[in-house]
Antibody, heavy 120, light 110 residues
Framework: QVQLVESGGGVVQPGESLRLSCAAS????????MNWVRQAPGKGLEWVAV????????YYTDSVKGRFTVSRDNSKNTLYLQMNSLRAEDTAVYYC?????????????WGQGTVVNVSS | QAVVTQEPSLTVSPGGTVTLTCSSS?????????PNWFQQKPGQAPKALIY???TKHSWTPARFSGSLLGGKAALTLSGVQPEDEAVYYC??????????FGGGTKLTVL
């Protein structure tokens, strides 16, 4: 069965960096786009970034452009999110979600999330 | 980037029918935005319900359906069950590049 397991969250100070990971299993990882979605405490879902199945294209929401970098290692079935220059407003649960094999079709499977807390 | 708008809250009686909508700041929502719908219950990850406007995932109950209504994406729940109480999010795809979530609709079954 499809499984997505996020890790790497924690408590950091403003301006610091953190790298999140999402370990995938139960499907052919290299055939699917992958997304990061976050949810601030008590707020709605916010799409953060997408990376195509082969890593050839990456897109970000405006608020993280230039600070966050999405990447993947298809040999390790793992998705990453490098987060630099973190701000208090980046505090959220970060989910990884699988996209359909056709880009822009759907997000179907989600991980349980990892918590990032940016606080001084 | 675009703004996607949903009703903040709706209330429905058990066994009733309710329609949630999703609009875009860029204009009418069409099938080209590949509307997706998700359900989220407290403390849980979102669960996918509908994609490409009206296609159900294999696990989606039959009482959930998607459509386009009056320039908006719509999610209709027919024969609402108490367990359908949750927050529902729509998701739209823009410019062959990025996704935008709506703010969510809190559905109360009362």
């Amino acid at each position: 069965q499809v499984q997505l397991v996020e890790s790497g969250g924690g408590v950091v100070q403003p301006g610091e960096s953190l790298r999140l990971s999402c370990a995938a299993s139960g499907f052919t990882f290299s055939r699917y786009g992958m997304n990061w979605v976050r949810q601030a405490p008590g707020k709605g879902l916010e799409w953060v970034a997408v990376i195509w199945y082969d890593g050839s294209n990456k897109y970000y929401t405006d608020s993280v452009k230039g600070r966050f970098t999405v990447s993947r290692d298809n040999s390790k079935n793992t998705l990453y999110l490098q987060m630099n220059s973190l701000r208090a407003e980046d505090t959220a649960v970060y989910y990884c979600a699988r996209e359909g094999q056709v880009v822009g079709s759907y997000l179907d499977y989600w991980g349980q999330g990892t918590v990032v807390n940016v606080s001084s | 980037q675009a703004v996607v708008t949903q009703e903040p809250s709706l209330t429905v009686s058990p066994g009733g029918t309710v329609t949630l909508t999703c609009s875009s700041s860029t204009g009418a929502v069409t099938s080209g935005y590949y509307p997706n719908w998700f359900q989220q219950k407290p403390g849980q990850a979102p669960k996918a319900l509908i994609y490409s406007t009206n296609t159900k995932h294999s696990w989606t109950p039959a009482r959930f359906s998607g459509s386009l209504l009056g320039g908006k994406a719509a999610l209709t729940l027919s024969g609402v069950q108490p367990e359908d109480e949750a927050v529902y999010y729509c998701l739209l795809y823009y410019s062959a590049a990025y996704w935008v979530f709506g703010g969510g609709t809190k559905l109360t079954v009362l």
